[in-house]
């Protein structure tokens, strides 16, 4: 089996669970199965991976593992579900804090039950008290329906221990709270009753994930991909039984991207780069950056680079936009409103153009980071009006359907500090949108090549950046040529080609491995 | 059926305890269908059980019972055949015959306790954290299966224990949290039992739904026979009767019942509450009924029943005392070997033998002391608890201190062997079952000194010897198998 490591699979997906989302697909369409290791309990994981279009077929959660919950058929569990053993009990709804309010006939409180509002009154949790008002515990449900973790109080009302049990009500693993030598209360151990009836203690989560990851490699020969590196990249170099590793970087591994020969090595990446030479394979998704982690790290194993983002079928299959076609003067932009997008510069580019080319727009497609009180927002917007653009640039919000917008646009433009590929480009050049980057690494300066699909100017020099979509506007023929180039040049993220380097790899994984790992 | 209530069956048991293996003992030879149930958890219940040679099918304890785990068949556990045990990745290191640990990477991270009276046999596990700190531990029921797991707060006290069935799913949970500001159980909670799960706030609350799902099942006759239980017993639902026996005497004060009734005993005594009240003697029943100007619906039936010797003894060249029962501060065992120092001065061949438990250490620790002081060290023993003690055989006499007895169940056994009775004169004990020159003496003025004088007199007197031996045995024959099976079949009709 092929397995990618990561936490879960929130609503709120970062560039790795796109990634990870993108290799489901690409696996699937060419029949190869494969498995999402989610290491992180929670209680709605199969409801947001469904959601993100990862089946159970797909996903392959510790906690499910041990809780003999891989497989489980929702069920509704509401109020009027729970058993709470007693009598003659009295509802209360308080519809503003979305719970009921149990009682017993004498007023005496029973329980809390909190649900899920935008689920029908799925239960979330009940707050258990006994019959002398104490609250002592508190029973989580997973969203499919049945108790998963149990949280059991102290009498001074901390959590004192907890408890994971399998649909059939057996307790498999539990954690314990203790006071430590500084007099602190902090979690000292688990323990776990596996499926094969062993037990089993752990000092921390660290341990009983990379137990969980050598029971899944019992019999060997599994392909580990590791997403996300600090999740087990000790426990990848300590596996008993044979299988071939990838540390797989989604970031740049230096600390400054632009400076990766010298600047402090990517804190996440660190303990994974200072034992590289015990993973089988470390894959980046552009070359430039393959080829500054040889040059840097000098690694003995195999590098691969494989791109983390895939141009549908569907998109090479639509007809090309010519540029009489487009809104003359469009710019956009597709990033996170946040400091290392760097979207200030942008702006600063866009006043610089409007001098020439009067019909120029910039719209700005995103959520806003909202770090520092929504600060980057705030001056990007400072930015807009200090250069008295405020009928030019547009702050569009997050959008995720952006093919009409991108059919409609001439350039893309990237001012960032930082990227680890940036799949919006990608997106773009695909819609036939020529990039205008800065000499970014890593992925723009990849995506985007001089006088084939765009330009990329020198790093931080927002004037260049403005000359450069000048000139473009200035010459509609240059324009058309560029974005036919990125059309064609967007052929490099087909799932064909993109399954053909990891073909390479799992060639490489065969060959290390001595046999089949397509199990 | 007859239904016995009790709270457990302990390796050393009280008096109420053998007097309810009798009853069921006699009710099964009587053709009547008897159970006792009993409320404790006991994981080595099966084990004393057989101890006791008690038929497994007339006991019904009710952790078993919602355990799933009754008329389990016992399986050898050894410790080292346990599936838990990841040998793989642990070692077990045997300490000694009853310790083992389990070492991961060197580290301690649990011991093994062997089951008590085994040879490597599971008994229970604990499990430590990094820094020592016990997390969990579980204790294996006697017949070889995972019966109960505990976990415990941060300060060290119990926070939950979890009973399992066999299968391993949990069946009741405890839960320990504060009540009048200490740590204490305060909710238990019965899980998916047929079906649906129920909570109680206390453990009596527990007991009470078990007597009635019993009696549900199978509607009987109950017998209180613990007044810690008698609440329980009153809240049955449809019992065909419910019948209270008294075992001690209920008076705050013995010798002044008119004091009042200890308050343990006002629920049991109170009219209306059972259908009758049983008392071990006429003379107890009596003094409720008069003192109390009560109402009360009484019956009388004894304690217990005993196996009469054939043949009177005579007085012997080595002559043997003895006393049997709770070796404890309210049995008066220092006036005991104060007595026998004073008879033992008169004659050095004398011997006394004392068997029973202790009631604690520091009692002990005091009557070792006093052996040593009143130097009889070569003229005394105590002997261990004994299920059925054997030294009634070479007994010459039976001394007994105490101040008070419901029934006097340790002099009846004497004299069913022959064995003739010294005894300060007490209530209930006195006329009723030690009689003056009939099957031994009262010693109204309460004092070592003469109860070594009676004794002594007695010893002398070969020819009396003789006569109150045979006295003892016609006596005892009272409270033979008969007598016992007569007065109970009058009391509880199934």
Redesign the interface.
Same mark, same amino acid.
């Given at each position: 089996m092929i397995y990618f490591i990561n936490f879960g699979m929130p609503d709120h997906k970062s560039g790795i669970e796109h990634a990870e989302l993108k290799r489901i697909k690409l696996f699937e369409k060419y029949q190869t199965p494969c498995q999402l290791v989610v290491r992180d309990w929670n209680r709605t994981l199969h409801m947001t991976a469904n959601a993100a279009g990862v089946d159970d077929e797909h996903l392959l959660s510790m906690f499910d593992y041990f809780q003999e919950a891989s497989h489980v058929l929702p069920k509704r569990v509401t109020v009027s579900d729970l058993?709470?053993?007693?009598k003659n009990l009295v509802i209360t709804e308080e519809s503003d804090r979305s719970r009921y309010l149990v009682t017993r006939p004498n007023k005496k409180l029973v329980a809390r039950v909190n649900y899920d509002n935008s689920q029908a009154k799925q239960v979330i949790s009940t707050e258990l008290f006994?019959?002398?008002n104490?609250l002592?515990?508190v029973d989580l449900y997973d969203a499919r329906g049945f108790c998963s973790l149990r949280q059991?109080?102290?009498?001074d009302n901390?959590i004192?221990?907890e408890e994971w049990l399998t649909p @059939?009500?057996?307790?498999v693993l539990?954690t314990?709270?203790?006071?430590?030598?500084q007099n602190k209360?902090v979690k @000292?151990?688990w323990?776990l009753?596996d499926k094969?009836?062993?037990?089993?203690?752990f000092?921390n989560l660290d341990q009983l994930f990379e137990y969980f990851l050598n029971r899944i490699n019992e019999k060997g020969n599994n392909v580990f991909v590791l997403d996300r590196s600090l999740l087990a990249d000790g426990a990848l170099t300590r596996l008993k039984r044979p299988a071939y590793t990838v540390m797989h970087l989604h970031n740049s591994q230096a600390g400054d991207a632009q400076d990766p020969m010298n600047s402090i090595v990517n804190n996440n990446y660190e303990y994974a780069l200072a034992n590289l030479d015990r993973y089988s394979a470390v894959v980046s998704a552009t070359k430039r950056q393959t080829a500054d982690v040889i040059k840097r790290f000098d690694p003995k194993c195999k590098m691969f680079t494989i791109p983390v983002g895939i141009v549908s079928d569907e998109t090479f299959n639509a007809k090309p936009v010519l540029e009489k076609d487009r809104t003359f003067g469009k710019v956009i932009a597709v990033a996170r409103i946040a400091h290392e997008k760097r979207l200030d510069d942008l702006v600063k580019a866009i006043a610089i153009v409007k001098q020439e080319i009067p019909e120029v727009t910039l719209d700005i497609y995103g959520y806003a980071d909202p770090s520092n009180d929504y600060g980057e927002k705030r001056k990007v917007i400072e930015t807009i009006a200090k250069m008295g653009l405020d009928d030019s640039v547009k702050l569009k919000g997050y959008k995720s359907e952006l093919a009409p917008v991108l059919d409609k646009a001439q350039i893309f433009g990237l001012t960032s500090r930082m990227e680890g590929f940036n799949l919006a480009i990608m997106e773009a050049i695909s819609h036939g949108v020529v990039g205008v980057t800065y000499d970014v690494n890593y992925g723009p300066n990849d995506i985007v090549i001089n006088e084939q699909n765009g330009a990329v100017v020198s790093y931080g020099d927002y004037r260049a950046l403005a000359q450069a979509m000048i000139k473009l506007f200035k010459d509609p023929k240059l324009m058309q040529q560029m974005s036919t180039g990125a059309y064609t040049s967007s052929k490099r993220y087909s799932s064909e080609n993109v399954w053909r380097a990891w073909q390479a790899l799992f060639d490489d994984a065969k060959q290390t491995l001595k046999g089949d790992v397509f199990k | 059926m007859i239904y016995l209530t009790g709270e457990n069956v302990f390796t050393f048991n009280s008096g109420t305890e053998f007097s309810q293996f009798e009853r069921l003992d006699l009710f099964k030879r009587q053709g009547k269908t008897a159970k006792l149930l009993l409320r404790n958890y006991n994981r080595l219940l099966a084990k004393d059980i057989a101890t006791h040679k008690l038929d497994p099918t007339t006991v019904l304890n009710m952790y078993d019972y919602f355990q799933e785990a009754v008329g389990l068949q016992r399986k050898k556990c050894p410790l080292r055949l346990l599936?838990?045990?990841?040998l793989k990745?642990h070692h077990i290191v045997g300490i000694d015959n009853n310790t083992s640990e389990l070492r991961?990477q060197g580290n301690l991270?649990?011991k093994i306790a062997v089951m008590p009276e085994t040879v490597g046999l599971v008994g229970d596990i604990t499990?430590f954290?990094?820094?020592g700190?016990t997390?969990?531990k579980e204790y294996w029921d006697w017949r070889g299966f995972r019966s109960m797991?505990e976990?415990?707060?941060?300060d060290g006290s119990i926070?939950?224990q979890?009973f399992l069935k066999p299968t391993?799913?949990?069946a009741l949970e405890i839960?320990h949290?504060?009540?009048d500001g200490k740590?204490l159980p305060?909710?238990y909670?019965?899980?998916?039992y047929r079906g649906?799960?129920?909570?109680f706030?206390t453990q009596d609350q527990l007991y009470t739904f078990f007597l009635n799902e019993i009696n549900a099942l199978e509607p009987g006759v109950f017998i209180s026979d613990r007044r810690t239980l008698d609440n329980c017993v009153l809240n049955v639902i449809n019992a065909k009767q419910k019948l209270a026996y008294i075992h001690s005497v209920p008076f705050v004060d013995d010798k002044k019942p008119q004091k009042g009734i200890l308050p343990a005993y006002r629920t049991a005594l109170t009219v209306g509450n059972f259908d009758q009240v049983i008392f071990p003697t006429k003379a107890e029943a009596n003094t409720v009924l008069q003192v109390f100007e009560s109402k009360l619906n009484v019956a009388v039936a004894p304690d217990s029943w005993v196996k009469v010797a054939t043949s009177p003894k005579v007085l012997p060249k080595q002559k043997v005392l003895i006393y049997v029962g709770r070796i404890a501060e309210d049995k008066n065992i220092t006036d005991l070997l104060k007595c026998f120092k004073a008879m033992y001065l008169q004659d050095a061949t004398l011997r006394f033998k004392l068997q029973g438990y202790f009631s604690n250490t520091d009692y002990q620790t005091k009557l070792q002391q006093l052996v040593s002081e009143l130097h009889l060290q070569d003229a005394v023993e105590f002997l261990p608890y004994q299920n059925e003690p054997k030294l009634y055989q070479d007994a010459t006499l039976f001394l007994n201190a105490s101040p008070s007895e419901g029934f006097g169940m340790n002099m009846l056994e004497s004299m069913a062997h022959g064995v003739p009775i010294v005894t300060y004169a007490i209530d209930y004990t006195e006329n009723n079952l030690v009689k003056n020159d009939i099957n031994g003496y009262n010693v109204k003025n309460k004092t070592p000194k003469l109860l070594a004088k009676k004794a002594l007199e007695l010893l002398g007197d070969s020819e009396n010897y003789h006569k109150l031996s045979k006295g003892a045995l016609k006596t005892a024959t009272k409270y033979d198998a008969k007598a016992f099976s007569a007065a109970w079949d009058l009391v509880v009709s199934e």
């Open positions: 058993d709470l053993g007693l006994d019959g002398y104490n002592y515990r059991w109080y102290t009498p901390k004192g221990s @059939t009500g057996k307790s539990r314990f709270y203790k006071y430590d030598l209360l @000292t151990s323990i009753r094969n009836h062993e037990v089993h203690t000092d | 599936k838990s045990m990841a990745d991961y991270i649990g499990y954290d990094r820094m700190h997390i969990f797991v976990t415990y707060h941060p926070a939950t979890q391993g799913e949990i839960t949290m504060y009540l740590i305060t909710s909670k019965l899980i998916a649906k799960d129920y909570v706030d």
